[in-house]
Structure formats: structure tokens, C-alpha cells
């Protein structure tokens, strides 16, 4: 029985393993070619020196791009980290958000407050002045009296 490897005789291994019972009955693209239906003269079973070379560089550009995978690797690993860093500051600045709206309701309050307590001392700035107009009249009317009872004793 003679055997081929799947790319050079032209199919897949996932092809071959789909022909089922064709299998017995298939033939290379070569021997389809012929007509005894063996391989042509000069062509062995196996791969050629040349199809092993571009195989083996194929391979070579295959293990060339799987070197820089540790390094990929790594920089997503690193990425992740830096993203998990991400997430907890995203969290902390949350909780100085909401510390800060709470400090900035609070300012407000005061703010309301002062005014309040701004508006009573105007009030009482103004009960004062007329307290104080008050003890002016007052004074003059017992300085009155007084004067007034001594003159009619």
C-alpha cells in the first residue's frame, strides 16, 4: 500500500477522514493524472527534499512567531493587573464622589444657617436700637417726673 502525506498529495487530513468508505477508491491529483493510476515516474510516496525544506520553514516561521508569545502573554497579564488597579481606584474615587457631595450638601446647609442666623442679628441689631431709643425717652420722662413731683412739693 503506499502511502502520502496529506499535503502533498493534495488533501487535508479532515478531508480524507470525511471520504469514509471512498477512501479505498481515492486517488492523489497525480495518479488521477495517469492512467495506470500509480504515481507518476520519478515521484515517490513520500514528500520531496524540497517540500521537507519548505516544511521546515514553514516551522521555523511558525516557532519564530510562538517566541514572541511568553511576551504577549505577559503583556496581557500585565494589562489585566493594571485594569484590576483601574477598577479599584475607579472604586475609591467613587467613594471620595459620594464624600464629596455629602460635604458639599453639608456647606449648603451651613450656608442656609448663616443666613438665617445673619437675618435674627439684624433683627436684633434692630431691637437693640429700639431699646436703646426706648431708654433715651424713658430717661427723659423720669427726668421729667423727677423735676415735675419736686416743683409741687
Not at 475607579?90 to 442666623?117: G, T, W
Amino acid at each position: 500500500m503506499k502511502q502520502y502525506d496529506f499535503s502533498c498529495a493534495g488533501i487535508t487530513k479532515i478531508g480524507f477522514q470525511k471520504l469514509g468508505d471512498r477512501k479505498a477508491m481515492w486517488k492523489c491529483s497525480t495518479c488521477k493524472n495517469t492512467s495506470s493510476g500509480s504515481p507518476a515516474p520519478g515521484r515517490s510516496n513520500f514528500c520531496t527534499p524540497s517540500d521537507l525544506d519548505g516544511i521546515r520553514g514553514e516551522l521555523r516561521g511558525l516557532s519564530e512567531q510562538m517566541s514572541s508569545l511568553p511576551k504577549l502573554l505577559d503583556s496581557v497579564k500585565n494589562i489585566q493587573a493594571e485594569l484590576a488597579d483601574l477598577k479599584t481606584i475607579k472604586c475609591e474615587l467613587s467613594v471620595v464622589k459620594d464624600s464629596l457631595d455629602y460635604v458639599h450638601a453639608s456647606i449648603d446647609m451651613l450656608i442656609a444657617r448663616i443666613a438665617e442666623v445673619d437675618r435674627e442679628i439684624q433683627t436684633l441689631q434692630k431691637t437693640k436700637e429700639d431699646v436703646t431709643r426706648l431708654e433715651h425717652r424713658l430717661q427723659k420722662l423720669e427726668a421729667v417726673f423727677n423735676d415735675g413731683g419736686s416743683g409741687h412739693d
